[in-house]
C-alpha cells in the first residue's frame, strides 16, 4: 500500500480534480465531515467546496499553499474501499489532521486496476495554527507501514473470536462472517488460513469451526428470514444497485450480504445479520434473481423518473420524520444521482432533472433544518434556549436540549472576537464590524447576548468582563431586545430566516437580513413568507 502526498495549492484545484472524477461516473465521494452549512443544505457543488476551504485556511494568512492532497492506493483490490476508509481515518489522525472541526473529503476512484482514494483537507487546523509538515512524505509511508503492518494481525484474532460467537451452519457462512469483516479465507489441510491485503495472518482449525456450529430453531429461523426478507424488499427499493444496497444494510442495519460467484454475476449470496450474530442461506430469505432486479432508471422517461424521485422523497420522510436535507440527499445521490438544493427543488449535476419538492415535505425538511443548526449553538440555560428558539423562529423550545457543559474553546473565541471589534471599530462602523463578523447582539432585560453565527456559539455578555457601553449605545438604532409581542408595531426589521438555506455567497451568513440594530421585536423575525414558493 502507497501513501502519495500530491501538490498543494492555495485554491484546492484537487476538489475540481476529484468532483471531475465524479461528475464522469469515474470517482464517488465517499465522506464529508466539518463542512458546516454546506452539509446541512445539501449546496454540494465543487465551487462551494473550494471556495468553503479557501476561506477556512483564510484564518491562517501566513501559509501560501494550504491544501493537502493525498492519495492512497492498494495492489489490485487488496482492500474495498470502505477498508481504505477506515484506513484513511486512521491515517488522517496519526498525521495531525484528525482535529475536531477540520474539514475533509474522501473520495473512492473507480478509473485503475487498484482501489485507491483520494483525501483533500487544509493544512490548517481549526485553530488556526499550520498543521507539523516536517518529513511529512517520509512519515505519511511509516504511518501506513504501521496501520497495515501491526493492526491487522492483532484484529485478526478478535474478528476470528467474535466470528466463533454467531449462529452459524456451515463452513461457508463462517467464511462469509470472516469476508463482511474485510478477510478472505481458504482452506489448506485441515485449517482455514485468513489474509487480508494478500497477507495470510492467522488460521484456524476446521475442527474447532465445526465445534462451534450452532444450529437454530426452526420456528425462530423462519421469523428472522421473514424479517430479513421484508428489510431487503424495502432497501432495494431505496438503492440502484447491489453495492449501494450493501453499503446501506450495513451503515442502518449493520446486515452484510456476502455474494457467491463472479463479481458482475453472483449465483448466490448469504445473509450476515451482525446484530443478531446469525447468518443465512440468502436463498432461503429472498431468491437472488428478485434480490438483484433493480430498477434501471435510464429505461425510463424523464417525466417517470421524476415523480419516482418525489415518491423517494416522500417515502423517506413518512419513515423518519426527523431527517434533514443532508440526510435525504445522501439516499437521493446513491440512487438517483441528485439533490435537493436550496430553494427546494431537486437537480441532477447537468440540471436534466429539476423538481419541485412537495411542500409539505419540504416544509418539514426546513423545521429539521432549523432544529439541528440551532442545536449546534448548545445552549446552557433556559434563557439561552428561547432566545435561540426565537430567533430560529422555533416554536417547541422542548425539541432542543440545554447542554450545560460549554465549549470554552468556542466561547473564548467569540468574547475574544467581540473585544477586538469593540476596541477598534470605527465611529458609526460597530455594528457593520459585527455583521461583517457574523455576531449579533440581543439584549433581554439586564442580559445581554451575542449569539455568533460563524462560531455557532450564543454568549451572555453579562458573564464576561467586556465593557458595554458601546453596544448599549443608540448607534445606528438600540440592540435588538427580546420582549413582548405588539401586533401594531410595523416599522421594525426582519431577519430572514430563508438566508440560512442559501450558501451561495462568498460570506454565507452575512446578508443584510442578519443585521441587529434596529428595535425589533421578536415576532417581527420573518415568517418565511418569502420562504414559500
Known amino acids: 500500500m502507497i501513501a502519495t502526498i500530491l501538490h498543494s495549492s492555495s485554491t484546492f484545484n484537487a476538489v475540481n480534480y476529484n468532483e471531475r472524477k465524479v461528475s464522469k461516473g469515474t470517482a464517488e465521494l465517499l465522506e464529508i465531515s466539518n463542512f458546516d452549512y454546506l452539509q446541512k443544505t445539501g449546496n454540494i457543488t465543487a465551487a462551494n467546496l473550494q471556495e468553503y476551504l479557501i476561506k477556512y485556511s483564510s484564518i491562517n494568512q501566513n501559509i501560501k499553499n494550504t491544501q493537502f492532497h493525498v492519495s492512497i492506493s492498494c495492489k489490485k483490490q487488496e482492500y474495498t474501499h470502505d477498508q481504505l476508509l477506515d484506513i484513511a ?19 473512492a476512484h473507480h478509473d485503475t486496476g487498484n482501489n485507491h482514494i483520494h483525501i483533500v483537507t487544509s493544512r490548517v487546523n481549526p485553530q488556526g495554527k499550520k498543521i507539523e509538515h516536517d518529513n511529512e512524505r517520509l512519515r505519511s509511508q511509516v504511518i501506513i507501514n504501521k496501520i497495515i503492518g501491526i493492526e491487522p494481525k492483532r484484529e485478526v484474532k478478535g474478528i476470528i473470536q467474535k466470528a466463533k ?40 482449525s476446521i475442527k474447532d469451526i465445526e465445534l462451534a456450529i450452532t444450529k437454530k430453531t426452526k420456528e425462530e429461523s423462519s421469523k428472522q428470514r421473514k424479517r430479513l426478507k421484508a428489510i431487503l424488499l424495502k432497501y432495494k427499493e431505496l438503492t440502484s444497485n447491489k453495492e449501494d444496497l450493501n453499503k446501506m444494510l450495513k451503515k442502518k442495519l449493520g446486515i452484510s450480504l456476502v455474494f457467491v460467484g463472479k463479481k458482475d454475476a453472483p449465483y448466490g449470496y448469504m445473509v450476515v445479520d451482525h446484530k443478531n450474530k446469525a447468518v443465512y442461506k440468502g436463498s432461503e430469505v429472498l431468491d437472488i434473481k428478485t434480490l438483484l432486479a433493480f430498477k434501471q432508471q435510464e429505461n425510463i422517461s424523464v417525466g417517470e423518473r421524476e415523480k419516482t424521485i418525489l415518491e423517494f422523497v416522500h ?6 420524520d426527523k431527517l434533514t436535507i443532508g440526510k435525504v440527499n445522501k439516499s437521493l445521490w446513491w440512487k438517483y444521482k441528485v439533490n435537493i438544493y436550496h430553494d427546494g427543488y431537486i437537480r441532477d449535476k447537468q440540471r436534466k432533472i429539476s423538481i419541485a419538492v412537495e411542500e409539505k415535505d419540504f ?37 432542543i436540549q440545554i447542554n450545560p457543559d460549554k465549549n470554552k474553546e468556542k466561547i473564548d473565541g467569540t468574547v475574544n472576537q467581540i473585544r477586538e471589534i469593540l476596541g477598534t471599530a470605527e465611529k458609526g462602523h ?70 440560512l438555506l442559501r450558501p451561495t455567497g462568498s460570506d454565507h451568513h452575512s446578508n443584510r437580513e442578519w443585521e441587529v440594530g434596529g428595535g425589533s421585536n421578536w415576532d417581527d423575525i420573518d415568517d418565511e413568507r418569502r420562504f414559500k414558493r
Open 430 to 499: 460597530l455594528y457593520d464590524d459585527l455583521h461583517n463578523a457574523k455576531i449579533l447582539i440581543f439584549r433581554k432585560e439586564e442580559s445581554v447576548y451575542a449569539v455568533d453565527m460563524g462560531n455557532s456559539t450564543i454568549v451572555n455578555l453579562r458573564d464576561t468582563n467586556i465593557d458595554l457601553s458601546p453596544l448599549m449605545k443608540h448607534e445606528r438604532g438600540t440592540v435588538a431586545k427580546v420582549q413582548p409581542t405588539n401586533p401594531q408595531q410595523t416599522n421594525s426589521q426582519h431577519i430572514n430566516t430563508e438566508n
Open 363 to 399: 416544509s418539514i425538511l426546513r423545521k429539521n433544518f432549523r432544529r439541528q443548526w440551532i442545536q449546534e449553538f448548545n445552549p446552557a440555560t433556559e434563557e439561552e434556549r428561547t432566545i435561540l428558539c426565537k430567533f430560529g423562529h422555533i416554536e417547541d423550545e422542548s425539541v
Open 315 to 320: 417515502k423517506l420522510i413518512e419513515e423518519n
Open 89 to 107: 481515518h486512521q491515517y488522517l489522525k496519526e498525521m495531525g489532521y484528525a482535529t475536531k472541526g477540520q474539514p475533509v473529503l474522501i473520495y
Open 165 to 204: 460467537e454467531y449462529s452459524f451452519a456451515t463452513l461457508g457462512q463462517f467464511q462469509a462472517i470472516l469476508e463482511s469483516n474485510g478477510y478472505e479465507s481458504y482452506v489448506e489441510d485441515d485449517k482455514l488460513n485468513i489474509k487480508k491485503g494478500g497477507t495470510v495472518l492467522d488460521n484456524i
